[in-house]
């Protein structure tokens, strides 16, 4: 394990937690934006179709349970969007979770030139969404996409968060997870949206994934910010959520992860290969 620690630019200054300048994070956050990028190779071979796992054995009552046969997981991803820990290798992870029919929510973080990077696809584990998961992934994406369009100079994370926490109410809606009445009818200070999206869309990203950061301090250029909205529904065993890290400059934001595949069509392709 890498452990990031923080760089000090004589000619610039020290670093500033919360905000990354901008050409330390365009040379730092380099392997997730355009050219070379030995992530996406790793991507690849994690998305290609899963065969199905065999159903683990019921144990007999009051036989004590496999260390690892049903671990507590993060309670907002669904039942079978489970959550193995850094206990089990990347690969025993993969063999637990994957059945046919289910998507995989897989969360990746990584270090480079002591800077952190987060990343989230959710993949189907046969290679292609059911209807309803097409449903639910478009609508996270449409999220994801009025998300980034409001990562701009001027705007706050708590403005922000409003904005994008509305427009995911009016995606739930679609999804007939909310009704329209009820909605209107909501306390201000517990919106219904929180039942299917319980996190925020965005946080600081710097020398720690979850890096500390000011709250009221408006958007500057050379700020870096994950874009993770998701929508999670328990009674349907379904969750997806879609993560990019952008950085934020004067004429708007770019994409640090551009080149990695995140439209569904993209998704199903690869894993077609």
Do not use: W
Request: charged share 30%.
């Amino acid at each position: 394990h890498y452990v990031a620690r923080p760089v000090r630019d004589r000619a610039a200054g020290p670093y500033e937690r919360g905000r990354v300048r901008v050409p330390e994070c365009q040379r730092a956050y380099s392997l997730g934006g355009r050219g070379r990028n030995p992530r996406r190779p790793l991507y690849q071979g994690l998305a290609a179709p899963l065969p199905a796992a065999p159903v683990p054995p019921r144990r007999p009552p009051h036989a004590p349970a496999a260390r690892h046969q049903e671990p507590r997981g993060n309670p907002a991803d669904a039942p079978r969007l489970r959550n193995y820990g850094q206990r089990l290798p990347p690969r025993a992870r993969l063999r637990a979770a994957r059945r046919d029919g289910d998507v995989l929510l897989m969360d990746f973080g990584a270090e480079y030139a002591n800077y952190a990077a987060d990343l989230t696809r959710s993949i189907p584990v046969n290679g292609t969404f059911t209807p309803r998961q097409r449903q639910v992934y478009e609508a996270v994406l449409r999220v994801f996409r009025f998300a980034e369009s409001r990562l701009v100079v001027g705007n706050s994370i708590e403005d922000y968060h409003k904005e994008v926490g509305e427009t995911m109410e009016q995606e739930l809606i679609k999804l007939d997870l909310l009704s329209a009445s009820d909605v209107k009818n909501q306390d201000p200070d517990a919106p219904l949206y929180k039942k299917y999206f319980p996190h925020g869309t965005s946080h600081y990203l710097g020398l720690d994934v979850h890096d500390v950061g000011f709250k009221y301090r408006k958007f500057e250029a050379g700020m870096v910010y994950t874009n993770e909205p998701g929508i999670y529904i328990r009674e349907e065993k379904l969750g997806i959520r879609l993560e990019n890290d952008f950085l934020i400059t004067a004429s708007g934001n770019e994409d640090l992860m551009a080149n990695i595949p995140l439209e569904l069509a993209d998704i199903e392709r690869l894993m077609k290969k």
